[in-house]
C-alpha cells in the first residue's frame, strides 16, 4: 500500500460512468492507492474541502457542472495536484484544461500502465525531496530548498508542484539548454509518455508567475526546437 505519513494515499475519482469508474478505482487498489469515487462535480468540491485528498482524477464530462469548473474552483485556493481525464481527446482540449490548472491530462481510452504511471510521476513531484543543496539563486530569483520557497525581488511566488519542479531544474542548470524530453523527465518520471503541449502550458503558466513581460520571459527562455534556458545575466 502505498502511504504517505503513515497513511494510504487517497485519490479521489471523479467520474459519472459507473464501469469506467470501477475499473479506473481497481487499477488504484491494485497499485495500492485508496480511491475515492464520486460522480458529480459539486460532489468533488465537498469532497475535496472535507477529505483534502492527496490526488484527483477528474472526468470533464460530468452532469452537474463542467469539470473545467470544477478544477477553476479549485486552483482558486489549491494547489491539489490534479489530473483531468477526457474522452475527447484532441489538442485544444488538452492545452484548455492545462490552462485551466490540470497538472496533467490523459484521453480515453488509457491503459492501466499509463494511468498509473502519471498517477505515480504526479505524486513524486509532490513529495520529491531536491539534491542537498539548501537554496538556489539566479539573479533576484532566490529558491528554499527547506520550505519550498520561491521568491523574486522578494516576492513570494506560488507554485504548483509541477511549475516547482520545472524552476528548479531551469534553475540547477542555469546558463544551459534543457532540452524538452530532459526537462519531461526530470519533472514528471522517466517513464513518462505525455507530449510537450503539457510542458508548454505548464512554461506559460509558471511565466505568468514569474515574469515581469511573459511574452518577453528573461528567466525562463524558449530556444526554438530544442527547449528552454535560463541566463544566468540579462538575456
Not at 485528498?53 to 482558486?76: C, F, K, Y
Not at 524552476?167 to 519533472?187: F, I, P
Request: net charge negative.
Amino acid at each position: 500500500m502505498v502511504m504517505l505519513e503513515e497513511r494510504p494515499l487517497q485519490i479521489l475519482v471523479v467520474e459519472d460512468d459507473d464501469d469506467t469508474s470501477e475499473v479506473v478505482c481497481t487499477l488504484l487498489e491494485d497499485a495500492g492507492y485508496t480511491p475515492v469515487p464520486v460522480d458529480r462535480g459539486e460532489v468533488a468540491l465537498d469532497e475535496i474541502a472535507n477529505l483534502s485528498p492527496d490526488l484527483v482524477l477528474l472526468d470533464i464530462n460530468l452532469p452537474d457542472i463542467n469539470g473545467l469548473e470544477v478544477l477553476r474552483t479549485v486552483r482558486a485556493h489549491s494547489f491539489l495536484p490534479m489530473i483531468v481525464l477526457s474522452g475527447y481527446g484532441k489538442d485544444r482540449d488538452r492545452v484548455i484544461a492545462l490552462e485551466a490548472g490540470a497538472d496533467d491530462y490523459l484521453g480515453k481510452p488509457f491503459s492501466s500502465e499509463e494511468l498509473i504511471a502519471r498517477v505515480r510521476a504526479l505524486l513524486r513531484r509532490v513529495e520529491w525531496t531536491p539534491k542537498p543543496e539548501t537554496k538556489l539563486k539566479v539573479r533576484r530569483l532566490e529558491l528554499d530548498m527547506p520550505r519550498r520557497h520561491v521568491t523574486i525581488n522578494g516576492k513570494r511566488l506560488h507554485l504548483t508542484p509541477i511549475e516547482y519542479g520545472i524552476l528548479v531544474t531551469l534553475m540547477r542548470s542555469a546558463g544551459k539548454t534543457v532540452n524538452h524530453d530532459e526537462l519531461l523527465r526530470a519533472v514528471w518520471g522517466e517513464n513518462y509518455r505525455g507530449d510537450y503541449s503539457v510542458l508548454r502550458v505548464n512554461v506559460s503558466r509558471l511565466r505568468q508567475k514569474l515574469e515581469e513581460n511573459p511574452r518577453r520571459p528573461a528567466y525562463v527562455v524558449t530556444v526554438p526546437g530544442r527547449g528552454y534556458w535560463m541566463p544566468v545575466g540579462r538575456p
